[in-house]
């Protein structure tokens, strides 16, 4: 989620049945050249003004909340996947789906913009804005089951990134999954790379792209130190290289842009190689190869030591 974006909250949906109880015919208001209203989804709306503020993250947070708040089952059905993910505030690589997920225990079946996934073997929900929605572990799983090894890296690193669960609450999901379960192997995979140092869906995605890669394992959040002292740090580091990841415009200014150059300029007078990157040439994956390999990387058969948050912890918040 984009932490300059407000998280649309439930109060803000409104139902039509509450805008004719307010007096105001949606469908009507929706017809207008300047409406008041955006439309969620059939019977779901928000302030026209408030929809032109959100994120494509926050536009499927509110179709999940809209969708809920319409639903007459109860108890409802639990958040799942997708729907679970955008309820915990947890990115994920790529669109969000046109529908919601939900979990059943004994009707399966979609029904327009809902789709009913049954097990036998409920999970024991949590709650988030009133919604009963899978644990922080099962969500991250399930969308790493069903996803490529970057899905589940984006799902996971922000969960353990931001506290949200354990690696070993991680592992403990995954053990409890049978062993021909569907995406387990993926899950599993996807679980033993995890790092909570990682501090963007971009950087998850080009890790994924490096393992991919068989490229050798880079550390992650690397201080850049000279003999004045600490000036930065790298996304990743090789011996003798770092490599930075650019995903959004982060140069609002002359100065945030010539800030940036001379941090570079003080990297490289340490003897150290900068190589750097951007969501095309991550998400395609050949053209961040050939950038790795031209800044000397080449494959190997060591396999990647696991993230230990004791001996590496994430990078402390109140530095730059």
Request: contains cysteine; glycine residues 8%.
């Amino acid at each position: 989620m984009h932490d300059e974006v407000e998280q649309v909250r439930p109060h803000e949906i409104l139902s039509a049945a509450e805008l004719a109880r307010r007096g105001v015919c949606p469908w009507e208001e929706t017809r207008r050249a300047e409406s008041r209203l955006a439309r969620v989804r059939r019977g779901g709306y928000v302030a026209a003004d408030r929809w032109s503020e959100l994120d494509d993250d926050n536009r499927y947070r509110a179709l999940v909340l809209s969708t809920f708040d319409s639903m007459l089952t109860e108890p409802p059905p639990i958040a799942y996947r997708h729907s679970a993910a955008a309820l915990h505030e947890l990115p994920v690589l790529g669109r969000w789906p046109k529908w919601v997920d939900v979990l059943v225990a004994s009707t399966s079946g979609h029904s327009g913009l809902i789709r009913r996934h049954q097990t036998a073997d409920l999970p024991t929900p949590v709650l988030c804005d009133g919604i009963p929605v899978t644990p922080v572990p099962r969500t991250v799983v399930d969308l790493a089951r069903i996803g490529t090894l970057a899905d589940g890296l984006v799902v996971a690193d922000a969960a353990l990134h931001n506290g949200r669960c354990s690696l070993a609450e991680l592992d403990d999901q995954v053990a409890r999954l049978p062993s021909g379960a569907r995406g387990r192997r993926r899950a599993g995979l996807a679980i033993r790379l995890a790092d909570g140092r990682s501090e963007s869906p971009g950087e998850s995605l080009s890790r994924a792209r490096i393992y991919e890669l068989r490229l050798p394992q880079p550390d992650l959040q690397v201080p850049l130190e000279d003999s004045d002292g600490r000036f930065g740090w790298a996304d990743f580091g090789w011996p003798g290289l770092i490599g930075e990841f650019d995903g959004e415009l982060k140069y609002g200014s002359h100065q945030s842009l010539w800030d940036e150059k001379r941090r570079e300029d003080r990297a490289r007078r340490t003897s150290t190689g900068v190589t750097r990157w951007v969501w095309r040439e991550a998400l395609r994956g050949e053209p961040l190869r050939r950038i790795l390999y031209g800044a000397g990387l080449r494959p190997t058969d060591d396999d990647w030591d696991r993230w230990d948050p004791t001996r590496q912890p994430r990078r402390p918040s109140h530095f730059d």
